[in-house]
């Protein structure tokens, strides 16, 4: 924790990473359009191969044209959340095996919230941190393929700790920060390197097991498990009771029709008023 902001900085997160740094290349921005976007278009260029077990990382203070799921924008201010996005090599699994990452994702973000004695938080399927019903983070996951088994993924996150008035203005949804939660300002720096830590060992995990090995940790964490919701899609909406998920990270809804799936990405969650 701190008493006034301070700034993202490298020498910083590598003291905290530790013998981890080793893993990491980080870049740090004080404003970008988007650190998803900074990622993309770096491995677009050829620069680094496909093959490489390095993991970039771009840190942003702020970002001009920050991107959530479905064409949402992310939005905050200078030093207000943060903004990060990392890739990661799977050089064995296609994109159509990679549905349930934004899930494993998400237990990342809440084992490290928890670390800090952050309580009360959930998980929205597929991709949100909620407290309280309002979002505090949020993840969007880019995926490349062009590689011969594998693809690169891009992994953005996003987390709000002290939003400004002004933001909080321009954000339609229910949305939260640390700051409001705990009264407390945390180290960005300090979450930036427990989350890099974290989100190697989780991913590398995924890898070897796949998502039924936190299927039961990820359904302990989720906030409509067992409640009745309101299930959007572009064209019509479907209620019904949340009745768990498979081992690819589908949800299973319990409605008029009977027992339905859905797939990660193609539906947005909200709960039934």
């Not at 700051?179 to 890898?207: H, Y």
Request: charged fraction near 20%.
């Amino acid at each position: 924790m701190q008493n006034s902001l301070a700034l993202l900085d490298t020498e910083i997160i590598l003291k905290y990473l530790g013998v981890e740094s080793n893993y990491f290349i980080l870049n740090i921005f004080d404003s970008i359009e988007s650190t998803n976007t900074f990622l993309i278009d770096f491995f677009k260029s050829n620069k680094v191969s496909n093959k490489s077990s390095l993991i970039h990382v771009a840190v942003a203070e702020a970002q001009t044209k920050g991107r959530g799921r479905n064409g949402r924008s992310w939005l905050s201010g200078f030093g207000e959340s943060l903004t990060f996005s990392i890739n990661w090599n799977f050089k064995e699994f296609p994109p159509s095996q990679l549905s349930s990452l934004s899930l494993v994702i998400g237990i990342a973000l809440i084992r490290v919230l928890k670390s800090l004695s952050i309580e009360h938080i959930y998980l929205k399927w597929p991709n949100d941190v909620l407290f309280n019903h309002h979002k505090l983070a949020g993840v969007l996951i880019e995926l490349r393929s062009g590689m011969e088994k594998g693809c690169n993924a891009v992994i953005g996150i996003g987390i709000n700790f002290n939003l400004s008035n002004v933001t909080r203005a321009n954000i339609a949804a229910k949305t939260t920060d640390l700051f409001q939660m705990t009264g407390k300002l945390f180290d960005r720096n300090l979450v930036l390197s427990a989350l890099l830590i974290e989100l190697k060992k989780v991913i590398s995990d995924f890898e070897k097991f796949g998502f039924h090995y936190f299927k039961s940790e990820w359904l302990g964490y989720h906030a409509y498990e067992g409640k009745r919701i309101c299930l959007k899609k572009p064209n019509h909406q479907i209620m019904g009771i949340v009745d768990g998920v498979d081992d690819d990270g589908a949800l299973f809804l319990l409605t008029d029709s009977g027992r339905q799936i859905f797939n990660v990405g193609d539906v947005s969650l909200r709960e039934e008023n």
